[in-house]
């Protein structure tokens, strides 16, 4: 690897000025290479660019002024001793208290007659203006005076401190090659790396700025896309899709026990519509929790096993999972078709012979956790691929699919809204489809938010449902207790509930246990030997118990809204009135705010919005759970036009240098390969 990658991968102590205890405070903020220290941007800026006559200092408004000290005096502090310097400063427009708080260190550092420039807070303290440990200086060097980066800290470390150390490394901005394709620097107008990072670390305005970071975000969005697009390509290479046979899905959809509603016959149709064509289809099914997804899946199933290609259908769970093995060997009980499950836990014997069955295509439906599509499961005929309350299931497992040979039609249930952008990251090809009703006869969950102390009435609430011969679920975050906080565990709280409900049967299930035992626990709720259930997340998504009617959720702030909806879809799920009680251990605004959204919507999407504005996209949506890089500096939200941009742009350079061997494009072909060198199952 040439272009000093070498100089750039050195631990930061290879900067002068950075001992081992600094750098130990780096390491702590995730910076341990030189690379990693220049590609660390600044927060934020703080725009001293003008000096501000002091009579414009504002109350709470930062400012830059330039004053002489007329007089210094000390004063004391008598509660905590602490001594006060106070400046009085003037300029030609007024007076103002130039505040620090211990005296003796910086009562040497100022002189009476001279000026100095002040920045920090303005304030009012009993009608005067003040300003309270500002920085200062006595000329306006470029640390004072300009626009001024904002780093992120971490203890002992200061603001000027990061700021000086974040200058050295500049020193070796001169180090750094070019990496991007010089088409793509004048085909875009971006400007080069080393100006990108001296601008984006030390604006000299913020034209130069904005150029900075638009040549940033655009080069770590380019290496992403450029990246996904050349496995794309890998995918898209050899025989064109399957077209599944037009004969009607009748036979299946006349023997279930419902009909189905508008809004799944026409996602029905669109979906069939792509099937039965010879384009490969990739389709994104979205529908809140309970809006029926699952019969759509077995329409797709149906569909691909008559035009006799096999299909097989991949749950986030092992739980789910198996649900979904007994829910559609009930859709199917009427036809010949075979159905197997997969998972970690299935017997080394019988995997073997599955293995055989399904590479001789016995096996139509095969439905399991990821297991089912390792490199070990060999397919005669895979014509569709599904994947239920999941998006993980990218570009990355759709590569290994296409390294078998096997390019299938691709159905993605989800009950969280994706957001467009990182659809078209994800997926570019993608068609998405809505169910926007959910089944008739569906009571609303009544919901209701609980004050801790006020817990009991939750469980009072699910006594008088278990009485009616009911059920329940109680989910708490943790497994066990922990020292350090008094969130509740679901441990703790059996040993609580078992005395409180001891004329109904109560279990535990958690993560922790072995799959045979989660299973029987699930298979005794359904069977209802269980009454109440108390459990963490784990039965989140996707489990269909009908007669379950109450969801408690312990601790329910520390859950995400979308979270809380997926756990609230866990009943509703029959005739009965349901509800859903959450009980919240915190009085920030924020939590209550988060509650009341919960009481007054039962609509996922609506949820998944108010979710995204409160808590930031960030949060919302990491990107790491969708096997792509994590992004630094852009954002997938803010940067869709940039994102378009940059589709364009790799769609020229890959089609004028497929695998980028030419000299001008090698660079970034290293660029990428380091981005994607962190995941399973890439190679470009
Ligand atoms: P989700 O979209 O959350 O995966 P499911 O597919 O599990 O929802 O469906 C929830 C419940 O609704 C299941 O018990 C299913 O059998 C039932 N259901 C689905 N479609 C209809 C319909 N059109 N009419 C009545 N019940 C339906
Ligand atoms: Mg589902």
């Known amino acids: ?58 109350d709470n408004e930062p400012a830059l ?20 310097l106070s400046l009085w400063v003037e300029d030609d427009s ?76 500049m020193l070796h901005v001169e180090e750094i090659d070019e990496y991007l394709p010089s088409k793509t620097l004048s085909r875009n107008r971006l400007c080069g790396i080393q100006y990108a990072l001296e601008a984006i670390h030390f604006p000299n305005t913020l034209e130069s700025l904005k150029e900075a970071r638009y040549r940033l975000v655009f080069e770590e969005l380019f290496f992403l896309q450029t990246g996904l697009f050349m496995i794309k390509s890998k995918i898209q290479t050899g025989k064109a899709g399957f077209a599944f046979s037009k004969e009607s899905v009748d036979p299946f959809i006349s023997q279930l026990p419902f009909s189905l509603t508008i809004s799944q016959q026409k996602v029905m149709d669109e979906m069939s519509k792509d099937m039965e064509s010879s384009k490969v289809t990739n389709r994104l099914i979205q529908g809140d929790v309970g809006s029926g997804k699952t019969v759509i899946a077995a329409v797709a199933v149906y569909k691909a096993v008559i035009s006799s290609y096999q299909a097989v259908l991949m749950a986030p769970t092992e739980i789910l999972a198996r649900q979904h093995f007994e829910t559609f060997k009930e859709f199917f009980k009427s036809f010949s078709f075979r159905i197997e499950f997969l998972s970690k836990s299935i017997p080394l014997k019988e995997k073997r012979q599955l293995f055989l069955d399904l590479q001789s295509g016995k096996i139509d439906l095969l439905i399991g956790t990821h297991a089912v599509i390792q490199e070990n499961v060999v397919f005669q005929k895979l014509g569709l691929v599904i994947t239920d309350e999941q998006h993980r299931f990218g570009v990355n497992q759709r590569a290994a699919l296409a390294e078998k040979g096997l390019r299938p039609e691709v159905l993605v249930m989800t009950a969280t809204p994706i957001p467009r952008t990182l659809a078209l990251i994800l997926y570019g090809d993608l068609d998405i489809s ?11 969950i009544k919901t209701n938010s609980i ?44 040993d609580e509930l078992k005395i409180f409900f001891k004329d109904h049967k109560v279990a535990v299930i958690h993560g922790n246990l072995k799959q045979a035992e989660k299973e029987k626990l699930m298979d005794c709720f359904i069977k209802e030997e269980i009454h109440i259930l108390i459990s963490t997340v784990l039965i989140e998504v996707g489990i269909n118990v009908p007669n379950a009617t109450v ?7 520390r859950f995400g809204l979308a979270q809380l909806h997926q756990l609230r879809g866990r009943v509703g799920r029959g005739a009965h ?5 959450l009980i919240f251990a915190s009085n920030n605004e924020i939590a209550k705010e988060r509650m009341s959204i919960m009481e007054e919507t039962n609509n996922g999407f609506l949820i998944a919005e108010k979710d995204l504005d409160i808590r930031g996209p960030g949060e919302f949506f990491g990107t790491r759970q969708h096997g792509i890089p994590e992004l630094k500096t852009a954002n997938l939200f803010k940067h869709i036009r940039i994102l378009k941009q940059v589709q364009v742009e790799s769609n020229i350079l890959l089609g004028e240098d497929p695998f980028l061997l030419q000299e001008d494009n090698e660079k970034a072909k290293v660029r990428i390969a380091l981005l994607f060198k962190k995941m399973d199952n890439f190679s470009i």
């Open 451 to 494: 004050p801790s102390s006020d817990r009991l009435k939750a469980y009072e609430r699910v006594l008088e449902e278990v009485g009616k011969g009911r059920q329940a679920y109680i989910v708490a975050p943790l497994i066990e207790d922990s020292e350090s906080s008094d969130v509740k565990s679901v441990e703790s709280l059996y």
């Open 94 to 169: 007024g007076k103002i208290d130039i505040i620090f708080f211990n005296a003796t260190y910086y009562l040497k550092t100022f002189e009476r007659g001279k000026s100095y420039y002040f920045y920090g807070k303005g304030s009012f303290s009993h009608g005067k203006k003040q300003m309270v440990h500002p920085d200062f200086s006595e000329t306006d060097t470029e640390e004072m005076k300009g626009l001024i980066p904002v780093y992120p800290l971490t203890e002992g470390m200061t603001q000027n401190e990061r700021r000086k150390i974040q200058r050295k490394v």
């Open 434 to 444: 809505l169910i926007t009703e959910l089944p008739p006869g569906r009571k609303d």
């Open 1 to 58: 690897m040439d272009f000093n990658e070498d100089f750039l991968q050195k631990p930061i102590t290879a900067i002068k000025g950075i001992g081992p205890k600094k750098a130990d405070k780096f390491n702590k903020m995730g910076i341990h290479s030189v690379k990693e220290l220049l590609y660390s941007f600044p927060r934020d800026y703080e725009d001293r660019r003008n000096v501000k006559p002091i009579t414009e200092v504002l």
């Open 577 to 581: 009135q349901s509800y859903c009680l």
């Open 65 to 84: 002024i330039l004053g002489k000290v007329i007089k210094i005096s000390k004063s004391n502090f008598v509660r905590n001793r602490k001594q006060i």
């Open 551 to 557: 969801m408690v959720v312990e601790n329910s702030e």
